[in-house]
């Protein structure tokens, strides 16, 4: 595909659920982030990937909260036991390099937790 | 703390008129400066960036400026378009203390040009 996607776009989960979110970047970008974005904010930084190298996950909330990238490619976020605190937009990211680049975004998953 | 602060929640411009968004931050280690588009539903669209070694890029009706000293960058939309109403992000990275292409986001602007 031409762009960054992510699945699903909408997602409700009631509170104490596990979820799983689904990037897939721009082919062959090496870097992919992920960005949580609650209502009325900018987006925050939550984890960075090199290839399938997790190198800094220090924006990740909790210990609920887990990514992963095993084939350099596509990546999935987890949160296990939703709260309601967790509402927001999960915004995946793309770059070709390792250095600063222009990101480029996919539309999001937006995450509601009853 | 908001290391990158949009302290414009909304701007209304009429038609054909120059749009003015700006745009502070306070980490002196930021070095690259980004500005996102974004429509209802849809992610953040990369608009036009700029590196912190120049204080203007241009594309198009688009024109960013950066002012080191002052740590503040501002976005000129001119002529604006309808089209260009949406939410504006500002963005910087940079901090050596974190992931070099790590983004820090302002909190948007809400454009819109009516005709």
């Known amino acids: 595909g031409a762009g960054v996607s992510q699945s699903p776009r909408y997602k409700v989960a009631k509170r104490g659920q596990d979820v799983a979110l689904r990037c897939d970047p721009i082919?062959?970008?090496?870097?992919l982030f992920w960005y949580q974005q609650a209502l009325g904010q900018g987006p925050e930084f939550l984890t960075y990937f090199q290839n399938e190298a997790q190198l800094d996950k220090s924006g990740l909330p909790s210990d609920r909260f887990f990514a992963e990238r095993p084939e350099g490619s596509v990546s999935t976020l987890k949160i296990q036991r939703t709260q309601q605190e967790d509402s927001a937009v999960y915004l995946c990211?793309?770059?070709?390099?390792?250095?600063?680049?222009?990101?480029?975004f996919g539309p999001g998953t937006r995450l509601l937790v009853l | 703390d908001q290391q990158v602060k949009q302290n414009s929640p909304s701007l209304s411009v009429q038609e054909g008129r120059i749009s003015i968004l700006n745009c502070d931050y306070t980490n002196s280690m930021f070095d690259y400066f980004l500005w996102y588009k974004k429509y209802p539903a849809e992610g953040p669209t990369f608009l036009i960036s700029?590196?912190?070694?120049?204080d203007k890029n241009e594309d198009g009706r688009f024109t960013v400026f950066l002012n080191k000293s002052a740590k503040h960058l501002s976005l000129h939309i001119v002529p604006s378009q309808p089209g260009d109403s949406a939410v504006y992000f500002c963005?910087?990275?940079?901090?050596?203390?974190?992931?070099?292409?790590?983004?820090?986001f302002g909190r948007g602007t809400q454009l819109t040009v009516w005709p």
């Open positions: 963005a910087a990275s940079g901090d050596r203390g974190s992931t070099l292409g790590r983004l820090y």
């Open positions: 990211a793309s770059s070709a390099g390792w250095v600063q680049e222009t990101q480029y």
């Open positions: 700029i590196s912190s070694i120049k």
């Open positions: 082919s062959g970008h090496v870097s």
